[in-house]
């Protein structure tokens, strides 16, 4: 079994976690360090790490898990994404020989062109059944779920109907996808509740710094809602660059200015809510997180 359970633990308090992503620049890897270093100074539970398409990065994801758990528990995500049966045996078994035992199971993001995972497994629940099969408890999985509903799924009962599939074949968690209504996410979790969905909810949230990366999140793949607090953070520096086209900084700094503190509040809002953890989605920026964090007033 896992040594730790993060799952056992929600239950009993709540956890803090982050996500980073293997960088994409020689600069962003001779960061990476001083940001997890960064990172673990918050006391978080886990530090988990994204995985590529088809597991473009799977080499990057692993040197990055590495560091991360020469200082704190690192969980990896994995996804469908043209995996076959073997390669994800071989994977799975080598994550564990590294001392790795937390592993978020996805369907994965299609690559662009592509409307299928390419391998043999079609949903993260497929993925969740096999590593239960193959590998017993010595992974503590978990799952992403999307409050009012994936962008695919034909409804939302559907989308539940499945998450709580995920739950039956052995998932020990849920990370949510971003969801900055929280209206919306109090009325998803009541219909978890109505579907036997009783895993913690590890809730995911994506701090608002630029406007760019508010519309890309919500919108490039998810379809998440913007209620109208959020809204008027995008209102209020919308116009953020001069007639010839070039950026005003003080906009965008006005803009992060208030997008933290809308983050700080929201994730105050969450913790009222009674949640089982706060799942941070640093984007390999410490200093965005220090700033939530402390504009929050969580106990860092
Ligand atoms: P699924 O659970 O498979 O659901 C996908 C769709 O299929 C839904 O519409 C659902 O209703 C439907 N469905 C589910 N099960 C079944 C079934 N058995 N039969 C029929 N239909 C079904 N993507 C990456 O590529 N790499 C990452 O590292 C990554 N990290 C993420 C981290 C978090 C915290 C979250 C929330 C998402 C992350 N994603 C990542 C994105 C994720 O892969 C996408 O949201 C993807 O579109 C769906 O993944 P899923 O695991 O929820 O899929």
Same mark, same amino acid.
């Given at each position: 079994?896992?040594?730790?359970?993060?799952?056992?633990?929600?239950?009993?308090?709540?956890?803090?976690?982050?996500?980073?992503?293997?960088?994409?620049?020689?600069?962003?890897?001779?960061?990476?360090?001083?940001?997890?270093?960064?990172?673990?100074?918050?006391?978080?539970?886990?530090?988990?790490?994204?995985?590529?398409?088809?597991?473009?990065?799977?080499?990057?994801?692993?040197?990055?898990?590495?560091?991360?758990?020469?200082?704190?528990?690192?969980?990896?995500?994995?996804?469908?994404?043209?995996?076959?049966?073997?390669?994800?045996?071989?994977?799975?078994?080598?994550?564990?020989?590294?001392?790795?035992?937390?592993?978020?199971?996805?369907?994965?993001?299609?690559?662009?062109?592509?409307?299928?995972?390419?391998?043999?497994?079609?949903?993260?629940?497929?993925?969740?059944?096999?590593?239960?099969?193959?590998?017993?408890?010595?992974?503590?999985?978990?799952?992403?779920?999307?409050?009012?509903?994936?962008?695919?799924?034909?409804?939302?009962?559907?989308?539940?109907?499945?998450?709580?599939?995920?739950?039956?074949?052995?998932?020990?968690?849920?990370?949510?996808?971003?969801?900055?209504?929280?209206?919306?996410?109090?009325?998803?979790?009541?219909?978890?509740?109505?579907?036997?969905? !009783?895993?913690?909810?590890?809730?995911?949230?994506?701090?608002? !710094?630029?406007?760019?990366?508010?519309?890309?999140?919500?919108?490039?793949?998810?379809?998440?809602?913007?209620?109208?607090?959020?809204?008027?953070?995008? !209102?209020?520096?919308?116009?953020?660059?001069?007639?010839?086209?070039?950026?005003?900084?003080?906009?965008?700094?006005?803009?992060?200015?208030?997008?933290?503190?809308?983050?700080?509040?929201?994730?105050?809002?969450?913790?009222?809510?009674?949640?089982?953890?706060?799942?941070?989605?640093?984007?390999?920026?410490?200093?965005?997180?220090?700033?939530?964090?402390?504009?929050?007033?969580?106990?860092?």
């Amino acid at each position: 079994m896992a040594a730790i359970r993060f799952s056992d633990r929600m239950r009993e308090r709540m956890t803090l976690s982050f996500e980073v992503f293997p960088p994409k620049t020689e600069a962003g890897w001779k960061k990476l360090p001083g940001v997890i270093d960064d990172l673990v100074s918050f006391h978080p539970d886990y530090i988990s790490c994204t995985y590529g398409a088809g597991g473009s990065n799977v080499g990057m994801n692993e040197a990055v898990l590495q560091l991360i758990g020469k200082k704190v528990t690192a969980c990896t995500h994995f996804t469908c994404i043209a995996a076959r049966k073997e390669s994800v045996r071989e994977q799975l078994s080598r994550y564990l020989e590294e001392g790795i035992e937390h592993v978020l199971a996805l369907r994965g993001d299609y690559p662009r062109g592509w409307s299928e995972t390419g391998g043999e497994f079609d949903h993260a629940s497929d993925l969740v059944h096999f590593i239960r099969e193959e590998f017993g408890d010595r992974f503590e999985i978990a799952v992403a779920a999307a409050p009012g509903g994936h962008v695919e799924c034909r409804s939302e009962d559907e989308d539940i109907s499945f998450l709580r599939l995920k739950q039956d074949l052995g998932a020990d968690y849920i990370i949510t996808q971003l969801c900055y209504d929280l209206e919306q996410f109090k009325v998803w979790r009541e219909k978890l509740d109505k579907a036997g969905i !009783t895993i913690p909810i590890d809730v995911g949230i994506m701090p608002v !710094t630029t406007k760019h990366g508010v519309m890309t999140q919500c919108f490039s793949h998810n379809a998440c809602a913007v209620p109208r607090d959020l809204a008027l953070v995008l !209102t209020h520096h919308w116009f953020d660059k001069d007639p010839d086209g070039n950026e005003i900084p003080e906009v965008k700094a006005a803009f992060r200015e208030e997008g933290l503190n809308y983050s700080a509040d929201l994730l105050n809002r969450y913790l009222k809510l009674g949640i089982h953890g706060i799942h941070l989605y640093a984007l390999n920026r410490s200093s965005d997180v220090r700033e939530v964090l402390e504009r929050s007033g969580f106990h860092v």
